[in-house]
């Protein structure tokens, strides 16, 4: 079975403090995406990469970056966290050559 | 750009019985795959069935199926003999090859017994 892990199940971090938000799958697959949830909005992008040091914006990539240095492994950095990212943070991963993407159990991360 | 539409906020439905959630998407490619995913408080995200938009043929998972009209852009969930683990938040994505999901809204199904 495909593995996606998240660093966090919850994480509480200041206003100003750089964040670091961590995914790793276990299935060798290329693709790997950073969603934002927030309650009536549905799961939005922040990045995706389809490969190591490659990447993508998203919809809504302001306030974040991405780094992706070996394949299995995709994080989502908070430069100066503030309070309005204070959201549930879920990361995909998906081969190349296929639609369907397998999520990890997301990080609930408060600004406070 | 794609976009997906899920008109129900909320539904509820009673153990055993029948429930259809909706979703609408724009497109103007032929070639893309649609999706139901299935989101329980413990807010781990679960496949719960896909539909390739070349096939014609609706795709069954043993209690659930949906409703694919092409022309209509329409892609509806039917939940039959509904159970009360199948209370959770639904949402309907749209994906092209090798590209991420754009989700609608989402659904919160409610089930009583």
């Known amino acids: 079975d495909v593995k996606v892990t998240q660093s966090s199940r919850y994480l509480v971090k200041r206003t100003g403090e750089k964040v670091f938000l961590e995914c790793v799958q276990d299935?060798?697959?290329?693709?790997m995406f950073w969603y934002r949830q927030d309650p009536g909005l549905g799961l939005r992008l922040i990045y995706f990469?389809?490969?190591?040091?490659?990447?993508e914006k998203g919809d809504i990539p302001e306030g974040y970056s991405v780094s992706r240095e070996k394949k299995e492994r995709f994080s989502l950095i908070l430069e100066s966290a503030s309070t309005n990212q204070t959201s549930m943070y879920l990361c995909?991963?998906?081969?190349?050559?296929?639609?369907?993407?397998?999520f990890g159990p997301g990080t609930r991360l408060t600004v406070t | 750009a794609q976009t997906v539409t899920q008109s129900q906020p909320e539904m509820s439905v009673q153990e055993a019985e029948t429930v259809t959630l909706s979703c609408t998407y724009d497109?103007?490619?032929?070639?893309?795959?649609l999706f139901w995913y299935k989101q329980p408080p413990s807010r781990q995200m679960i496949l719960v069935i896909r539909?390739?938009?070349?096939?014609?043929q609706n795709a069954t998972e043993n209690r659930f199926s949906v409703n694919f009209q092409k022309a209509a852009k329409s892609f509806s969930l039917k939940i039959s003999d509904s159970q009360l683990g199948d209370a959770a938040m639904y949402f309907c994505?749209?994906?092209?090859?090798?590209?991420?999901?754009?989700f609608g809204k989402g659904t919160t199904l409610s089930v009583s017994s």
């Open positions: 497109t103007s490619e032929s070639d893309y795959y």
């Open positions: 539909q390739e938009a070349y096939k014609q």
């Open positions: 299935m060798d697959h290329e693709n």
């Open positions: 994505a749209y994906s092209e090859a090798g590209t991420a999901l754009i």
């Open positions: 990469s389809y490969d190591v040091k490659m990447k």
């Open positions: 995909a991963s998906s081969l190349a050559t296929d639609y369907e993407q397998y």
